[in-house]
C-alpha cells in the first residue's frame, strides 16, 4: 500500500524532547514501513524516519525563530500533498481539520486523526460544515462534544514494545512527567506528594505560553529535594525516572484526548494515579494499572494503596492493548476500508452517483 503520513511541521519528527503527536506519528509511520508498506513522510527536514521523507520545511518550526506564520507553511505543505495525491492510495493527516476543505474535492481517500480537544464552541461548527469527512478519534471520550462528526474509529496510541522498559531500581518518589500548564495539574501534583509525604520529581516542558504561570504560580512551589523540577527528559531518561516512581501522577484538570504519559508509565510497569477526565477511564484500568481518582482525596487514599498493584501486570498490560504495532494494524485496517469504498462509488454509474 502507498501511503502518505502528513504531520505537523512545528516538531520534527520524533521530537527531540516533548511531543506527544509527533512521536505517534513517529511510530506509526515506522511500523507501517516495518509491516511493508511504501510511505511517504511529509515533515520538517529535521526529521528521521524510517519512511521517504519528503520535508517541506528545513527544520521544525519551535526550533526556527525566523517564522512568524506556522499556518502559511502549513497551507504551503497542504497543496505540496495535493499535487501528490495521485502517486498515493490513502492520505493519512494528522493536521485537525485543516485537509477538510481541499482535500474533500479530490479521489484519493483520506482520513485524518484528530489529536487534540474539540470541546471548544467553534468546533461545532467545522464539524457541522464537514459531516462525512472521515476522522478517527484517539479515545471514545474525545468525541462526546461533536458526536455528529464523521467518525469511523477509535485508536488509541500505541508505542515500541520495547521502547521504554522495566529498569531494576527502586521506587522512592512520585513521578510528573509532561508540561507545565494549569490544565495538566503540577500545582495539584505538588499538593499531593506533598500531604502523602513523598518526594515528588517533575520532567516537563514549559511552552512560552505558559512561562507566566510556571514563574508566578509554580516556582515559588518548588523546594528541593522534596519539590524537585529536572526539566525535560528525552526517551533514554524516561525508562529510569519512570521506574523509580511509585507512581505517575496525573490530576488533570481538562479533557485528556488521549493521555500518551499514561502508556509511557505502564511500558516501565508504573502505576497511574489519574483524575477521571476525558480518557483517562479508557487507558488506566482503575484497581489494575493504577487508579483513577475524582480528587486530591481519592489521590492521596490511592496512595496508600499503590503497593498492591504488580508492576509485572502492569507491563503486561501495556504490551496486550499499547504498542504501536497493534495500533498499525488497526490503522491499516482503516485503510484497506476507505480505499475499498472509494473504489465501489469510482465504480458506480455515474447517474446513479448524482443521485446519491
Avoid at 528545513?58 to 500533498?81: F, G, K
Avoid at 509511557?264 to 483524575?275: L, N, Q, R
Wanted: charged share 25%; with cysteine; aromatic share 8%.
Amino acid at each position: 500500500m502507498r501511503i502518505a503520513q502528513i504531520a505537523p511541521l512545528t516538531e520534527a519528527i520524533p521530537p527531540k524532547l516533548y511531543g506527544g503527536t509527533e512521536r505517534v506519528i513517529s511510530w506509526l509511520t515506522d511500523e507501517l514501513v516495518a509491516l511493508g508498506h511504501e510511505v511517504v513522510l511529509f515533515a520538517s527536514g529535521d526529521s528521521q524516519t524510517s519512511a521517504k521523507l519528503q520535508a517541506c520545511w528545513p527544520r521544525s518550526l519551535r526550533l526556527d525563530s525566523s517564522v512568524h506564520d506556522p499556518n502559511a507553511l502549513h497551507i504551503a505543505m497542504l497543496e505540496l500533498v495535493r499535487r501528490q495525491c495521485h502517486d498515493f492510495d490513502l492520505l493519512h493527516f494528522h493536521l485537525d481539520y485543516y485537509p477538510f476543505s481541499l482535500f474533500s474535492r479530490q479521489q484519493t481517500p483520506f482520513v485524518t486523526t484528530l489529536h487534540g480537544r474539540l470541546d471548544l464552541p467553534e468546533h461545532q461548527v467545522v464539524f457541522a460544515t464537514f459531516p462525512s469527512i472521515p476522522v478517527i478519534s484517539i479515545s471514545d471520550a474525545q468525541r462526546a462534544p461533536v458526536p455528529a462528526a464523521g467518525w469511523i474509529r477509535t485508536i488509541h496510541h500505541g508505542l515500541p514494545e520495547r521502547l521504554l522498559m522495566p529498569q531494576p531500581v527502586g521506587q522512592s518518589y512520585f513521578a510528573f512527567l509532561g508540561r507545565i500548564s494549569p490544565e495538566k495539574g503540577v500545582d495539584r501534583a505538588i499538593s499531593i506528594a506533598r500531604r502523602c509525604g513523598i518526594p515528588l520529581k517533575i520532567a516537563a516542558k514549559i511552552d512560552a505560553v505558559d512561562r507566566d504561570y510556571f514563574e508566578e504560580e509554580i516556582r515559588k512551589l518548588l523546594v528541593p529535594p522534596d519539590i524537585e523540577y529536572i526539566g525535560e527528559i528525552n526517551d533514554d531518561a524516561k525508562a529510569r525516572f519512570l521506574s523509580g516512581a511509585t507512581a505517575l501522577l496525573a490530576p488533570i484538570a481538562w479533557p485528556e484526548p488521549f493521555g500518551l504519559v499514561l502508556i509511557e508509565a505502564m511500558a516501565c510497569g508504573t502505576p497511574v494515579i489519574a483524575f477521571n477526565r476525558g480518557s483517562v477511564s479508557e487507558v488506566v484500568e482503575d484497581g489494575v494499572t493504577g487508579f483513577v481518582v475524582q480528587d486530591e482525596h481519592e489521590a492521596i487514599a490511592a496512595a496508600s494503596r499503590i503497593s498492591r498493584l504488580s508492576r509485572s501486570t502492569i507491563r503486561r498490560c501495556f504490551e496486550e492493548r499499547f504498542t504501536s504495532r497493534r495500533m498499525a494494524r488497526e490503522y491499516l485496517a482503516v485503510y484497506r476500508s476507505l480505499i475499498e469504498s472509494q473504489a465501489l462509488r469510482a465504480r458506480r454509474p455515474v447517474a446513479q452517483r448524482s443521485l446519491a
